[in-house]
């Protein structure tokens, strides 16, 4: 019975580090975000499985990312600090491939004023929002050039902020997106970073004048994946047999022909 025992342990063993040897294989992807990338990174992990290696940036569970804080913790989110915050050996340092970042909500909610730790105050009680338009445009130029800098052989692609809608919380303003997600879009252009439209393809997928207090926050999307934009993106970039259309999918192409 220890021989059995000791032989499938071996075994396990063995199959564990040749499914680690095949990731060390696969190209390497890495998404920066805030908790709405925490959704659907995990969605895009188990779907291409054994066809690239997906990482979600890790960050401690306290750590809100905005377009400062994403700065501030960058080498951190790039692997090369660990996770008990020291410095990871430059041998060690993770190779990626394709980067996909976004931070906007972060940005874009409403806190109490004058006050360094986050604390948030809706908008009617004197909430202000975290980061002015002028600071996020400054930011995003110099998180842009220190990912290209700091991953010179990595693909860049922006992601656009997702759709606000009316909520119960009011730490959102409704609309601001729309503005940053412009900010954005010229420094993408300035750097010749793509962009992927995540706001076209969500606000086209949910409802947008869902009631206030009925899950309509920006964190929630109907009960709908948002994921597939990534996924489309990876394909294109490793040149990957397309995935078959989904629900998502057709349910935002068809809104596109009636529009």
Not at 38 to 51: H, I, P, T
Not at 73 to 82: A, E, K, P, S, V
Not at 159 to 182: D, H, L
Not at 237 to 258: D, G, M
Request: proline content about 7%.
């Amino acid at each position: 019975m220890d021989r059995i025992l000791a032989c499938i342990a071996c075994v396990a063993i063995l199959v564990t580090s040749e499914s680690i040897s095949a990731q060390d294989d696969l190209p390497r992807v890495l998404i920066i975000g805030d908790s709405i990338a925490g959704m659907y990174s995990n969605q895009v992990s188990k779907e291409l499985k054994d066809k690239v290696r997906v990482d979600a940036a890790w960050r401690p569970t306290d750590l809100v990312l905005n377009s400062s804080t994403v700065l501030e913790n960058l080498d951190q989110l790039l692997g090369r600090i660990d996770r008990n915050g020291k410095p990871v050996p430059e041998e060690k340092w993770p190779a990626y491939a394709l980067i996909h970042v976004n931070v906007g909500l972060g940005d874009l909610v409403h806190r109490v004023p004058n006050l360094k730790s986050l604390r948030l105050l809706p908008i009617s009680s004197g909430g202000v929002i975290t980061t002015p338009p002028d600071r996020y445009r400054r930011n995003l130029d110099e998180l842009i050039g220190q990912l290209k800098k700091r991953n010179p052989k990595a693909k860049i692609v922006w992601a656009s902020t997702t759709p606000i809608r009316a909520s119960r919380s009011e730490v959102f303003k409704p609309g601001t997106e729309i503005e940053y997600n412009t900010i954005a879009d010229g420094i993408m252009t300035k750097h010749g970073v793509p962009v992927n439209d995540m706001y076209s393809f969500v606000k086209k997928l949910i409802n947008m004048d869902k009631p206030a207090g009925f899950g309509a926050d920006p964190f929630h999307f109907d009960k709908k994946n948002i994921h597939m934009p990534i996924i489309r993106v990876i394909e294109n970039t490793f040149q990957l047999p397309p995935a078959p259309e989904t629900e998502e999918e057709k349910i935002v192409k068809q809104s596109k022909s009636a529009g």
